[in-house]
């Protein structure tokens, strides 16, 4: 391997592995990744792990040893799991190698969503670049990060699903099929949105979604906001009105085959703070993962993470 300018030589790489990432896909390219890293002499030690706790510990104790660079096999769930347990560690950088249901933090990185394919560009052509995270606090008074798409609503309904009945389909059918099953029972929900901790609030009565968006897509593809860059300091923040059946129908094309989302009932704005209300008391996910509930305060923490990207994508 020619190592990288910005990875000492001789330096070893720590591989966290969620085996059930993606319904196995995770575990089915890890003996591939393994192979690979042997031919290219890759100083890489795997450490697969039997839950997201064991992987916060496994990735925890990495860090507080002192490797500097530590990768995780799966998706962005995954990676949120390991973002969340070496953040008091500003040191070390964080990669990606794609193999969950989504994908969409590979994607914004400009990796391929084959996970021996984005190894070998990772190793070829990579450097470590800034990444905005986003902070959210829930009623509960947990705080959590993530580094994708988090919201209330129809999305979060869906991420149950996705994570149950439509575990093995792959990516973006996987959540259309799930917000089509969270139709059947979802209730439109009340919504206040303040985008200042000062400045009035933005009551929308009757809402599918409001979504918080660091990357352009999430639920494997699926773009709501399209403009959103990893490392701009700014959230993207989506919110969808109730639509009819006939709308959400002629909705579904679009978004099935681009995963693009063209109506004019979704109302956009950018900012760095966010507060989310709800009529009623509603789930909040982060990445596909549920971290609480509503009022949630949303922040954007800028450039708070490194990660390994390919070079090609020039200088953040």
Known sequence: ???????PLGATDVLLVNPSAGAGRAARALPC??????????????????????????????????????????????F?????????????????LPAGG?????????????????????????EPAPMDVVRVRTSEGYERLYVGGGGVGLDAEAVRH????????????????????????????????????SE?????????LAAVMNTSSYGGGLYLAPAAQVNDGVLDVVLLERLTILEILGLLP??????????????????????IETDRPCSFHGDGEILGSTPVEIYVAPRA???????TLGKS
């Open 1 to 7: 391997m020619n190592p990288s300018p910005h990875h």
């Open 33 to 78: 990744l393994q192979e690979f890293a042997q031919e290219q002499n890759w100083n890489l030690e795997i450490l697969v792990t039997k839950s997201a706790a064991d992987l916060a510990e496994k990735a925890r104790c990495a860090a507080a040893k002192g490797y500097r660079r530590i990768f995780v096999l799966g998706g962005d769930g995954s």
């Open 80 to 96: 949120q799991v390991l973002l969340n347990a070496v953040s008091n560690y500003p040191d070390v950088v964080l990669g990606i």
């Open 102 to 126: 989504g994908n969409d933090l590979a994607a914004a990185l400009g990796l391929p969503g084959d996970p021996l394919r984005a190894a070998k560009l990772l190793l070829r052509q990579s």
């Open 162 to 197: 996705a994570s149950g009945t439509f575990r093995n389909m792959p990516g973006r059918t996987r959540y259309l099929f799930s917000a089509i099953r969270a139709l059947i029972s979802f209730r439109s929900l009340g919504v206040r949105i303040s985008l200042r901790p």
């Open 200 to 208: 009035s609030s933005i009551v929308i009565p009757k809402t599918l």
């Open 254 to 275: 679009s978004l099935w085959a681009k995963g693009e989302l063209k109506t004019h009932r979704a109302r956009r704005w950018r900012t760095d703070y966010v507060r």
């Open 305 to 311: 993470c490194r990660v390994v990207r390919p070079s």
